[in-house]
Nanobody, 116 residues
């Protein structure tokens, strides 16, 4: 059974930091591209950051220089370090695992709220 379990969300003030983690089980983690998406209230889900199985990263323009995605293949985890958070970063953040564009698995999401 495939499971992706996100953790680390919460309430943070503008300018603060949070670190999200996603623990994967039931998949050959090192073979999967990993992605973080987010969906704000009334908005479409958007891709925030990606990391290939080889470790190459890519970011949405809105988070470049503030967010960092990383992975630990031994532990089967992918993380998203979020710094200098803004109110517009408020959303539910989802972990996504993709294999050869044919298999895709999603976590249940974790809420991030940036507010004073």
């Amino acid at each position: 059974q495939v499971q992706l379990v996100e953790s680390g969300g919460g309430l943070v003030q503008p300018g603060g930091s949070l670190r999200l983690s996603c623990a994967a089980s039931g998949i050959a983690f090192s073979m999967y591209g990993m992605h973080w998406y987010r969906q704000g209230t009334g908005k479409q889900r958007e891709l925030v950051a990606s990391i290939t199985k080889g470790g190459s990263t890519n970011y949405a323009d809105s988070v470049k220089g503030r967010f960092t995605i990383s992975r630990d293949n031994d532990k089967g985890t992918v993380s998203l370090q979020m710094n200098s958070l803004k109110s517009e970063d408020t959303a539910v953040y989802y972990c996504n695992a993709v294999f050869l564009s044919s298999l895709s698995y999603w976590g249940q999401g974790t809420q991030v709220t940036v507010s004073s």
